[in-house]
T-cell receptor
Framework: GAGVSQSPRYKVAKRGQDVALRCDPI?????LFWYQQALGQGPEFLTY????????KSGLPSDRFFAERPEGSVSTLKIQRTQQEDSAVYLC????????????FGPGTRLTVL | GIQVEQSPPDLILQEGANSTLRCNFS?????LQWFHQNPWGQLINLFY???GTKQNGRLSATTVATERYSLLYISSSQTTDSGVYFC????????????FGSGTRLLVRP
């Protein structure tokens, strides 16, 4: 597709459930990022992949959060045993690589944990 | 870590008015981007502007990297300009992740 796509767009989970959020980056983009956006705030970095390698996961808030990109394209962000504080919009972004550093964002997945 | 401050936090304009949004950052940067987040939450790329001046229609942006600030100009504002405008920077140490400001919330009234 022409842009970054994410699914589902909305997810409601009961506390304690596991969820999986998917990101399809722009075709051919080497770098992929996950961000978390709380209500009324700017996005905050979670993790970064270059191809299939996860080079930085310093922003993941706990060990309940796990991300993968096994074939260097589609990525999945998994949250285990969801808590109410996990409620947020999860944004995925991709970047082409080389010296051109512009990031392009998907529409996000709004997660609500009840 | 690097600090990104945006001003003003909130702005209300009458349709047709002009405005200037400011982004200050506390350290040298590789990359600076301006985004518009529409009411549906989509982050729309406005400018990739680590330095210099760019224009796109009614919008223009200037980044003075040596003085660590960037400005976004909106001229002849329209109701569709409403939303939140974010500035985001990537540190000079090539940390690749974007650090966002807290945004400017713009409302354009008809």
């Amino acid at each position: 597709g022409a842009g970054v796509s994410q699914s589902p767009r909305y997810k409601v989970a009961k506390r304690g459930q596991d969820v999986a959020l998917r990101c399809d980056p722009i075709s051919g983009h080497v770098s992929l990022f996950w961000y978390q956006q709380a209500l009324g705030q700017g996005p905050e970095f979670l993790t970064y992949f270059q191809n299939e390698a996860q080079l930085d996961k310093s922003g993941l808030p706990s060990d309940r959060f796990f991300a993968e990109r096994p074939e260097g394209s589609v990525s999945t962000l998994k949250i285990q045993r969801t808590q109410q504080e996990d409620s947020a919009v999860y944004l995925c972004a991709s970047r082409g690589g080389g010296s051109y550093n512009e990031q392009f964002f998907g529409p996000g997945t709004r997660l609500t944990v009840l | 870590g690097i600090q990104v401050e945006q001003s003003p936090p909130d702005l209300i304009l009458q349709e047709g008015a002009n405005s200037t949004l400011r982004c200050n950052f506390s350290d040298s940067v590789n990359n600076l981007q301006w985004f518009h987040q529409n009411p549906w939450g989509q982050l729309i790329n406005l400018f990739y502007i680590p330095s210099g001046t760019k224009q796109n229609g009614r919008l223009s942006a200037t980044t003075v990297a040596t003085e660590r600030y960037s400005l976004l100009y909106i001229s002849s504002s329209q109701t569709t300009d409403s939303g939140v405008y974010f500035c985001a920077v990537e540190r000079m140490d090539s940390s690749y992740k974007l650090i966002f400001g807290s945004g400017t919330r713009l409302l354009v009234r008809p």
